[in-house]
Nanobody, 125 residues
Framework: QVQLVESGGGLVQAGGSLRLACAAS????????MGWFRQAPGKEREFVAA????????YYADSVKGRFTISRDNAKNTVYLQMNSLKPEDTAVYYC??????????????????WGQGTQVTVSS
């Protein structure tokens, strides 16, 4: 099992940047593919970015491509989401998620078995 704790959310003006971090417990972090998702009020949870176990494969939602960067540090059991050029429509609760896989990365929330508690990101116009 793995437990996930996000941090780094907050209030930022449009055009600004934030860096989210997700710390994972356990000694097998490198066995997990990781993802970031977000959920705005009244909307379904949506995929943001994913990274495979080795960081050799990355995938982004079209809405964040070129602005957000996902990365991981297996030695620190942490996955990051660097968010630049933030827009008001990026406002949401951001969740990190883990799925045990050394083969693929995933974009569907249903594929992930472990979730953090979420961190609020608010972008003002």
């Amino acid at each position: 099992q793995v437990q996930l704790v996000e941090s780094g959310g907050g209030l930022v003006q449009a055009g600004g940047s934030l860096r989210l971090a997700c710390a994972a417990s356990g000694r097998t972090f490198s066995s997990y593919a990781m993802g970031w998702f977000r959920q705005a009020p009244g909307k379904e949870r949506e995929f943001v970015a994913a990274i495979n176990w080795s960081a050799g494969s990355l995938y982004y939602a079209d809405s964040v491509k070129g602005r957000f960067t996902i990365s991981r540090d297996n030695a620190k059991n942490t996955v990051y989401l660097q968010m630049n050029s933030l827009k008001p429509e990026d406002t949401a609760v951001y969740y990190c998620a883990a799925v045990r896989s050394r083969t693929y990365l995933y974009t569907a929330p249903a594929e992930y078995g472990y979730w953090g508690q979420g961190t609020q990101v608010t972008v003002s116009s």
